[in-house]
């Protein structure tokens, strides 16, 4: 093998692997993916791009050479993501549009003839690293400008032409409108969180009888929680009447010493350790779902990963 047939040592940790996802909402810090934040199905892959706009001051002086670099000026950034959307759905047609407004009841999507400043929004567009890690851009003040283009075909599938394109905003005037983020895989697994079941019997009581049609769906947990004052319940006697939560944890990597789940801020018991407890599973009371946010911790003394769930979409039922 010749000298300089080489390859750098992490050019596998580099690899970004499959087309990765549009998404409205991410945070690279908790990556949890809700299916309502994905803006669509794509074909043929995603490509974002910034491209510099330059121009050369010393081109109109004498014996300057072309493209001296104590010459050369930046004019702008220019930011972009552009895909093909196999999605027709009204979301999506409104957002390629750029201008327009939804009527949910008739289920339309009217062009408007003027731009808004809600109009302009935050995308992010997120891909796999061969390695477990993930390659992440945030698009930031996007707006679709390049129309709405629908391609059909015979025997096939409708094609929706994607060009959205990032702003600068007056209040952050050197701010260049696109982010970019390669994160390691994380230190643990992430721990499996799902609903308890309705037929577990936790402090004495039915979880059926403290919520009904719970999901976790990315970074949210949905669902309804039912008030709850029976005055036998120790959870009641314990904690009083209120919304109770009741969750089951599952997966929990076995090179973390310690796992804490619970919610932030407490009512007062903190986080709880569930390494050792055999059911794994727990009931919290939800005492501000706005306020509070439930959360996981792994750690082995030396990493740590944070888990955290969003509890404003539950709904408290009197």
Not at 24 to 47: K, Q
């Amino acid at each position: 093998m010749g000298r300089f047939t080489i390859i750098p040592q992490d050019t596998f940790t580099g690899l970004q692997l499959d087309a990765g996802v549009l998404l409205r909402r991410f945070d690279p810090s908790n990556p949890l993916i809700a299916d309502e934040d994905i803006i669509c199905a794509t074909t043929g892959g995603v490509n974002p791009s910034c491209t510099p706009s330059f121009s050369d001051l010393g081109e109109d002086v004498d014996n300057v050479p072309l493209n001296m670099m104590e010459l050369k000026h930046l004019d702008s950034q220019e930011c972009k993501i552009s895909t093909t959307s196999l999605s027709t759905n009204t979301r999506l047609i409104k957002q390629t549009l750029g201008c327009a407004d939804i009527d949910a009841e008739k289920s339309m999507i009217v062009p408007r003839a003027d731009l808004k400043q809600t109009d302009f929004s935050d995308i992010w567009w997120v891909g796999d690293r061969a390695d477990g890690g993930f390659v992440a851009i945030q698009l930031k003040n996007a707006l679709s400008t390049g129309g709405f283009s629908l391609q059909t075909t015979k025997n096939g599938k409708g094609q929706i032409s994607l060009e959205i394109t990032g702003h600068v905003s007056i209040k952050k005037q050197k701010e260049v409108p696109m982010v970019f983020y390669s994160v390691d895989p994380d230190a643990f697994n992430w721990v499996e969180i799902e609903p308890e079941k309705a037929t577990t019997e936790m402090f004495g009581t039915l979880v059926g009888d403290l919520q009904d049609g719970m999901s976790i769906d990315g970074a949210m947990i949905k669902g309804t929680l039912k008030f709850y004052d029976d005055a036998e319940s120790s959870l009641v006697t314990q904690w009083g009447a209120g919304y109770f939560l009741a969750l089951k944890f599952s997966d929990l990597d076995p090179n973390a010493t310690s796992v804490k789940v619970g919610l932030d801020p407490s009512e007062g018991s903190g986080l709880v350790e569930i390494v050792n407890d055999p059911d794994k599973n727990g009931v919290f009371k939800i005492t501000d779902k706005n306020a509070q946010k439930f959360k996981i911790v792994s750690t082995d003394g030396t990493d740590t990963l944070v888990q955290t769930y969003d509890l404003s979409q539950l709904v408290l039922e009197d």
